[in-house]
Nanobody, 124 residues
Framework: VQLQASGGGLVQPGGSLTLSCAGS????????IGWFRQAPGKEREGVSC????????YYADSVKGRFTISRDNVKNTVYLQMNSLKPEDTAVYYC??????????????????WGPGTLVTVSS
């Protein structure tokens, strides 16, 4: 099982970007999916997650109100809609599998099966 993030790019401060997470050869709707990021020279930071059972979500304080996680089981894809982007959102973003979706999982980065990330650069 490996997940791959895509959709990164260069965006101006205040802009929006939507990242996608796809699984290779398996059905995503059976999995709780999370996003984490790593900025240059910094430690990894948990961003968000969405539950496989009831669709409940969690967001880190740093992105709450600006980012929205969602899933489309027909397209077998999980999305991270990012609005009002700030330069401090610049990072490589990864999607990964999780056992549960809650504050502990995201803050401790209790994730697995992540693959190549996608670079998001917020700059004017």
């Amino acid at each position: 099982v490996q997940l791959q993030a895509s959709g990164g790019g260069l965006v101006q401060p205040g802009g929006s970007l939507t990242l996608s997470c796809a699984g290779s050869g398996f059905t995503l709707d059976y999995y709780t999916i999370g996003w984490f990021r790593q900025a240059p020279g910094k430690e990894r930071e948990g961003v968000s997650c969405i539950s496989s059972s009831d669709g409940s979500t969690y967001y880190a304080d740093s992105v709450k109100g600006r980012f929205t996680i969602s899933r489309d089981n027909v397209k077998n894809t999980v999305y991270l809609q990012m609005n009002s982007l700030k330069p401090e959102d610049t990072a490589v973003y990864y999607c990964a599998a999780a056992r549960l979706c809650n504050v502990v999982v995201v803050q401790t980065l209790d994730f697995s099966s992540w693959g190549p990330g996608t670079l998001v650069t917020v700059s004017s």
